[in-house]
Every structure is written in structure tokens, then in C-alpha cells.
């Protein structure tokens, strides 16, 4: 059972490079979240998946598009990558309302 | 809009003493509050979790409580050793169409062996 893991986990992105960070949890969760973590403003959520198939915008969800494929996997695209993009990105599954994270991508844009 | 802000920003103890940290959150209306550890580099791990119906948890010694009508959560650190060295985070749920988590911005803590 390795709970939530997210690949790569690190990656470092030229302005105007697209990436998809992955995001995959093996505890059959329904919801599913994206979030970002920068100095100073704590985590702020960018996305989220209530089921398999749905997707609702988070607080700060510009800039990224998300894909819920299946119910164990949730990714997060950047299309057009921008220095205010720099971030560590963290996933998020959900039971009985209590949130387990993944590790984190550490994303760096130049 | 809710907002949460821990109190304080950070703290530095010797080992053995007992600490609280403090979260206070605008809006009553929560659905749950969750006590998070960040080691640095590191993601999150849950420790505790409190519904809106209940009023503390326990977990070894740590203990989260929960008043909801002052807005406020506590904390509490038993016999404090050099390994609760961490950030500790604090989150509400408020539940509804956008039920992610709302962060305060964490407590920076350092027990001094």
C-alpha cells in the first residue's frame, strides 16, 4: 500500500515548456486534490476531483489544466510553464474527510 | 472567505517541556480541522483529525482541541523531544462544492535538545 505518490520529483522547466506533474493513490479514494505550496502564503488549493470524471476549480487554478482519468490517478498539466509557477505541488487523496498527501513535486521555472 | 493563522509563527523549547500551538480560523462554519506535520523537503502527514462534532482528539502525546464557536484550535505537545522538530500546520475543511483544505501558515517549532 504506498498511499499517494507523485512523479517526477523534481523538475526544472524553461518559460513556455509545458509539463504534466502525476499524481496516483492506491486506497480506492473518490476525491482527489491539487495544491500549491509557496513561502509566505502557505498551501492554497488549485484544483480538485470530487469522483472519477469531475473536476472543479480550486482557489488558484490559472494557469493549470487536470485530468481525472480513473479513480486512482489525477494529474495536473501546465501548459505554458511561467516563472510564478515555481512551486512545490502536492496531491491529496481523501477518507472519511481526513486528507492524506503525497510527497510533492518540487517545480522550478526559468 | 476563510482564513487561518497560527499563532506563533515559531517557537523554540528546550526538551521536555510541554507546548501548545495555536489555530484560529474566521469561519465557524467547518466541517472538520486537521493537524498536519512538515518535515523539511518533506510532504505533509496527517496527525490529528477532529470533526465539527467533537470537541478533542488524541494521538500518544499530541492532543487537538476544537471550539468551534470562538474559532479556535490548540495543539498540545506532551514532554516535547528532539523530534517533534518540525513545521505543524493546521487546516479546516469548510466542506460544500470546494471542500479542499484552507491552510494557516504553520508554526516553525524547535525542541532544543
Known amino acids: 500500500n504506498a498511499g499517494v505518490t507523485q512523479t517526477p520529483k523534481f523538475q526544472v522547466l524553461k518559460t513556455g515548456q509545458s509539463m504534466t506533474l502525476q499524481c496516483a493513490q492506491d486506497?480506492?479514494?473518490?476525491?482527489m486534490y491539487w495544491y500549491r505550496q509557496d513561502p509566505g502564503m502557505g498551501l492554497r488549493l488549485i484544483y480538485y476531483?470530487?469522483?472519477?470524471?469531475?473536476?472543479d476549480k480550486g482557489e488558484v487554478p490559472n494557469g493549470y489544466n487536470v485530468s481525472r482519468l480513473n479513480k486512482r490517478e489525477f494529474s495536473l498539466r501546465l501548459e505554458s510553464a511561467a516563472p510564478s509557477q515555481t512551486s512545490v505541488y502536492f496531491c491529496?487523496?481523501?477518507?472519511?474527510?481526513?486528507?492524506?498527501f503525497g510527497p510533492g513535486t518540487r517545480l522550478t521555472v526559468t | 472567505k476563510q482564513e487561518v493563522t497560527q499563532i506563533p509563527a515559531a517557537l523554540s523549547v528546550p526538551e521536555g517541556e510541554n507546548l501548545v500551538l495555536n489555530c484560529s480560523f474566521t469561519?465557524?462554519?467547518?466541517?472538520?480541522l486537521q493537524w498536519f506535520r512538515q518535515d523539511p523537503g518533506k510532504g505533509l502527514t496527517s496527525l490529528l483529525l477532529?470533526?465539527?462534532?467533537?470537541r478533542e482528539q488524541t494521538s500518544g502525546r499530541l492532543n487537538a482541541s476544537l471550539d468551534k464557536s470562538s474559532g479556535r484550535s490548540t495543539l498540545y505537545i506532551a514532554a516535547s523531544q528532539p523530534g517533534d522538530s518540525a513545521t505543524y500546520l493546521c487546516?479546516?475543511?469548510?466542506?460544500?462544492?470546494?471542500?479542499?483544505?484552507?491552510f494557516g501558515k504553520g508554526t516553525h517549532l524547535i525542541i532544543q535538545p
Open positions: 491529496a487523496s481523501v477518507r472519511g474527510g481526513e486528507q492524506y
Open positions: 486506497m480506492n479514494h473518490n476525491s
Open positions: 476531483s470530487a469522483s472519477e470524471g469531475t473536476t
Open positions: 469561519d465557524s462554519a467547518i466541517y472538520n
Open positions: 477532529i470533526q465539527s462534532s467533537q
Open positions: 487546516a479546516v475543511s469548510s466542506g460544500g462544492g470546494a471542500d479542499g483544505l484552507t
